[in-house]
C-alpha cells in the first residue's frame, strides 16, 4: 500500500505508518512530529491491548465463533476435497499476496525512466542490451513473481509432514487411502495453486501497467515471460517432494535451496557473481522474455 501510495496518492500513503518515519525527512528538515505521532500510536495501541486482554475470558476472543455447517460439502468427502478444503484459506492468502505484489510493481512502470537513469545501483538490476527499460524491468519482476510462487505452494506441500507430525494421518491411511495417493494429491494441489498464484502476480502486474504507461506492455508478452518458469518451479516442487519423502524433516532445505536461488537470481548482476551460479538453481534455466 505504501508502495503504491507513494507513486500515486499522498492519502494512500498516510495510511500506513511505516511511511510516517520517512516524513521526518532526516538529514534534510529533520521534523520530530512524525516520529512522536510514531509513537504516540504505539503506546495507544499498547495500552488499549492490554484493556482487551484484561477484561477478555480465558481461552475465548471477542467474537463468537460462527456454527459450522452439520453435513460436509459433498467435495469435502473425497480425500482430494478434504485437502483442498485444507489449503484453501492459504491458496486465498498467497493469491492476493502476489496480485498486491504485481500491483505495486505495476505501478512504477509508468516512472520507470526517473528510477532507473539516476540510480547506477538499481540500473545493475536490469540485464541490459538493446530491450527497452520496460521489458528489461519485466524480465526481472518476473523472476520475483515466480519465486513467490513457488514458496506458497511448498508451504502446501510440506504441510504433509507437519500433519505427519501432528499425528493426523492415521484416520485417513487408516482407510482407504495409500500414502502414495496422499503424496500425489498434495503434490497435485501445490502445483495447480503454482500455477494459480503466479497468474495471480500477472495479473496485478498487467493491472499496475495498464494504469501507469501511455503504452503498456501486451498481456501476451507477460503470459508468455511467465509461462517459461513454471518447468522451474516444477522443478522446486519435485525436489520438495523428494526431500519430504526421505525425511520430513528434511524439508526446511527446500526452503534454503530457494532463497539461495532468489538471492542468485535477484542479485547476482549486482553482486557480479560468474555466470556458473545461475547454473546452480532451476531458475537459471530460463530464458528471460521477451529480451531474451
Given at each position: 500500500v505504501r508502495?503504491?501510495?507513494?507513486?500515486?496518492?499522498?492519502?494512500?500513503?498516510?495510511?500506513?505508518?511505516?511511511?510516517?518515519?520517512?516524513?521526518?525527512?532526516?538529514?534534510?528538515?529533520?521534523?520530530?512530529?512524525?516520529?512522536?505521532?510514531?509513537?504516540?500510536?504505539?503506546?495507544?495501541?499498547?495500552?488499549?491491548?492490554?484493556?482487551?486482554?484484561?477484561?477478555?475470558?480465558?481461552?475465548?476472543?471477542?467474537?463468537?465463533?460462527?456454527?459450522?455447517?452439520?453435513?460436509?460439502?459433498?467435495?469435502?468427502?473425497?480425500?482430494?476435497?478434504?485437502?483442498?478444503?485444507?489449503?484453501?484459506?492459504?491458496?486465498?492468502a498467497w493469491l492476493a499476496t502476489s496480485y498486491l505484489l504485481g500491483v505495486s510493481y505495476g505501478s512504477v512502470f509508468g516512472d520507470l525512466d526517473t528510477y532507473f537513469e539516476n540510480n547506477e545501483l538499481i540500473g545493475d538490476l536490469l540485464p541490459g542490451g538493446s530491450a527497452s527499460l520496460a521489458l528489461q524491468f519485466m524480465s526481472v519482476i518476473m523472476i520475483v513473481i515466480a519465486i513467490l510462487s513457488t514458496v506458497g505452494p511448498m508451504m502446501m506441500l510440506n504441510r504433509l509432514a507437519s500433519e505427519e507430525k501432528k499425528n493426523h494421518l492415521e484416520h485417513l491411511m487408516s482407510r482407504s487411502i495409500s500414502r502414495v495417493r496422499l503424496l500425489i494429491y498434495y503434490g497435485v494441489i501445490s502445483l495447480i495453486s503454482a500455477v494459480l498464484i503466479l497468474y495471480a502476480g500477472v495479473l496485478g502486474l498487467y493491472s499496475g501497467i495498464i494504469s501507469t504507461m501511455a503504452d503498456p506492455i501486451r498481456f501476451s508478452d507477460l503470459f508468455e515471460a511467465s509461462l517459461v518458469y513454471l518447468p522451474a518451479i516444477l522443478m522446486m516442487l519435485s525436489l520438495s517432494m523428494v526431500l519430504l519423502s526421505i525425511n520430513p524433516r528434511l524439508t526446511s532445505t527446500g526452503y534454503i535451496y530457494l532463497g539461495v536461488s532468489f538471492m542468485i537470481m535477484y542479485f547476482g548482476q549486482i553482486l557480479s557473481l560468474p555466470d556458473i551460479f545461475n547454473y546452480l538453481t532451476p531458475f537459471g534455466y530460463v530464458a528471460k522474455l521477451p529480451i531474451e
Open positions: 508502495g503504491i501510495g507513494d507513486v500515486s496518492s499522498d492519502v494512500i500513503a498516510w495510511l500506513v505508518p511505516f511511511n510516517w518515519p520517512l516524513r521526518s525527512q532526516v538529514y534534510v528538515h529533520n521534523y520530530q512530529w512524525p516520529l512522536f505521532l510514531t509513537l504516540f500510536l504505539g503506546l495507544i495501541l499498547i495500552g488499549f491491548s492490554i484493556y482487551l486482554n484484561a477484561i477478555r475470558d480465558l481461552e475465548a476472543g471477542f467474537f463468537k465463533s460462527k456454527k459450522g455447517n452439520q453435513d460436509a460439502k459433498a467435495y469435502m468427502k473425497r480425500p482430494f476435497g478434504f485437502l483442498v478444503k485444507l489449503n484453501k484459506t492459504s491458496l486465498f
